[in-house]
């Protein structure tokens, strides 16, 4: 199993373009979530999924979409990027949703907007 | 207001030493994670905890519900185990909490 698989692993941003950020898991996990990470911050939750065709937001979702087609692809879109989204973007997988799961995080985007 | 603190947030360690560090919580949880992440980004799952003590090889986390405090330890610390140190609750649902992390380096 490859686990949880995240492209690209850098990019950089002119203010304003668009790109999509992709999450694949071949774990046939239920829940699927997108975190960006700060430095002096901890993990926040952008938004999630608990199955496909399920999605919500979580903490700090503005400027991004998801969608969830398949159990496997939870694709993070940022739609007009601006240099607030400089971050590290995780996603991570899960059997199902609920807290007492152990989570799989991909190797992370590293995301700069200039 | 942060609903889980981490202290130390750095931390120096000779190779050898016994560590600890420690999570506070302020919500109701279901489960509480240890992660590591090391130099390069990856994050790995350590532990997860509802109640008691559980230990890998050298790690051992605990976790006193009343208190709402988890502490993580390591027993003859190797520069092998320098990275940051996440403590993670959930309280139900589908919400998460992440403390800000310990960045621990161990020096031979």
């Known amino acids: 199993n490859a686990g949880v698989t995240q492209t690209p692993k850098f990019q950089v941003l002119k203010t304003g373009q668009s790109m999509t950020l992709q999450c694949a898991q071949d774990?046939?996990?239920?829940?699927m979530s997108w975190y960006r990470q700060d430095p002096g911050m901890g993990l926040r939750l952008i938004h999630y999924?608990?199955?496909?065709?399920?999605?919500d937001q979580g903490e700090v979702p503005n400027g991004y979409n998801v969608s969830r087609s398949t159990t496997e692809d939870f694709p993070l879109r940022l739609l007009s990027a601006a240099p607030s989204q400089t971050s590290v973007y995780f996603c991570?997988?899960?059997?199902?949703?609920?807290?007492?799961?152990?989570?799989?995080f991909g190797p992370g985007t590293r995301l700069t907007v200039l | 207001k942060n609903e889980v603190e981490q202290s130390p947030q750095n931390l120096t360690a000779q190779e050898g030493e016994f560590i600890t560090i420690n999570c506070s919580y302020s919500?109701?949880?279901?489960?509480l994670h240890w992660l590591q992440q090391h130099p390069g980004g990856g994050i790995v799952s350590l532990f997860m905890?509802?109640?008691g003590k559980k230990k890998h090889g050298r790690l051992i986390a605990t976790i006193n519900i009343q208190e709402k405090h988890s502490s993580l330890h390591i027993t003859a610390s190797h520069p092998r185990d320098s990275a940051v140190y996440i403590c993670?609750?959930?309280?139900?649902?589908?919400?998460?909490?992440f403390g800000t992390g310990t960045s621990l380096t161990v020096i031979p």
């Open positions: 999924s608990v199955g496909a065709g399920i999605t």
């Open positions: 919500v109701g949880i279901s489960a």
């Open positions: 991570a997988s899960s059997v199902v949703a609920g807290g007492y799961n152990e989570q799989f």
């Open positions: 905890l509802s109640s």
């Open positions: 993670a609750v959930s309280s139900g649902g589908n919400q998460f909490y």
């Open positions: 774990m046939n996990h239920e829940y």
